[in-house]
DNA sequence: TAACCCATGTAAACGGTTACATGATTTC
DNA sequence: GAAATCATGTAACCGTTTACATGGGTTA
């Protein structure tokens, strides 16, 4: 089983719907932690179909295409639920940036440092983006997002890694920024650093 | 030109180093941020100096076998150079444990705590190993890793992102288990959130 | 003597992205 | 009239991982 098999599936879990309508999902629901396209879907829910995790019914459709409707099997629910507390391999987290900022002092200090600080802000304006979002769950979603049986933790649990990860990325994006401008010279450094 | 091309030429940037070596320094130096294997390395390379951005000769060795080391040509330097600064395409940041939790809710809850503090702790005993390497890194390479011009600089900026990643990593493994534990029921919800 | 390090390569398999293919309806 | 949305598939390509292949020297 891939990964992306077990993304479908908790999707799935929570109600049927169409190979469509998951890859849909896959570009902003779970948001940026996974994606994927409708050329990986429809292969992979063939695969989880021939291993009885889910099943399809097909709805007829007069305005628009027909479509599969995929549901989640007792089988597929237990494969879900064995999988998110089964061992993890450690897997590389492959970030460009970093590899950037490794070789900025081959580049002009001063043009990396608009670079990393143009980076500062996409990340700032992605995290208003998510900060915007949790307050809009907050506020639909009341206490439920803190249910651990819910579906919405669920959401509300990646939306939150979000919202993490992109504090700490404007941090860092920043941190570099700082360096590269005040960091050309011998002078002694200010304390920008934590 | 792959990404990982440039990671090449980027090691290279600092010094010569054989094929062999570049793998080894892909395996623990830039660390979690990019690795890879010695299966893509050879061919890199063979591709790299086709293009011209590195070259090689031979080091003849008695007591090991030869080796290939390879250099860094002034076109290669320029290539990475420009690479540093030029527009990034995003890329998807696949993180499965994320996937994890927004399944969590149809697991065992107290089962799914206890996975994702085993988490927390992996992901702090990481950070230390980081914090410690920092402190080694201001003890041996002092004002150097301030200089923006320094590739010292650059080894610096990498592990500062590792020890921003790990942390925020803990905060959010640390709230989704300290939800798993406490949101089973119904009952109020301490603030636990920020 | 078994495991590990040095050293370089090729081949197969796998997961993900991009392109090819088709076609109706709806919105701008 | 053009673009976007709904809807499903296949084929080709590319980057990464795992396995196959070889072989001498060192360490436990």
Redesign the interface.
């Known amino acids: 089983m891939t ?1 992306l098999g ?2 479908l ?2 999707l799935l ?1 929570r109600e049927p719907l169409s190979g469509y309508a998951l890859t849909s999902q896959l570009k902003g629901r ?1 948001g ?4 994927t396209t409708h050329s990986q879907v429809y292969p992979e829910l063939s695969r989880l179909e021939n291993g009885g995790l889910v099943a399809h019914r097909v709805v007829e459709q007069s305005d628009r295409p027909d479509k599969k409707v995929y549901s989640i099997t007792a089988e597929g ?1 237990k494969a ?2 064995e ?3 089964s061992p ?1 391999e450690p ?19 001063l ?2 440092a ?2 990393f600080r143009e ?1 500062e802000r996409l990340h700032e304006e992605r995290l208003s983006d998510y900060e915007i979002k949790r307050e809009w769950m907050k506020r639909e979603w009341g ?1 439920d997002i ?6 919405l ?3 509300y ?2 939306l ?2 979000g919202i ?2 992109e ?3 404007v ?2 994006c920043r ?2 920024a700082d ?2 401008e005040h ?2 010279g ?1 002078e002694a ?1 200010s304390e920008v650093d934590r």
Request: glycine share 8%; hydrophobic share 45%; proline share 3%.
């Open positions: 990964t077990y993304a599936l908790g879990a779970i940026p932690f996974w994606s629910l879900l639920k999988w998110v507390t993890v897997r590389t987290t492959r970030d460009e940036l970093v590899l950037r900022a490794h070789n900025a002092w081959v580049a002009d200090p043009e990396a608009i670079f980076q206490e803190r249910r651990a049986d819910s579906s933790f669920g959401n649990a990646a939150r890694r993490i990860h504090r700490g990325y941090e860092w941190w570099v360096s590269l960091g050309t011998g450094a």
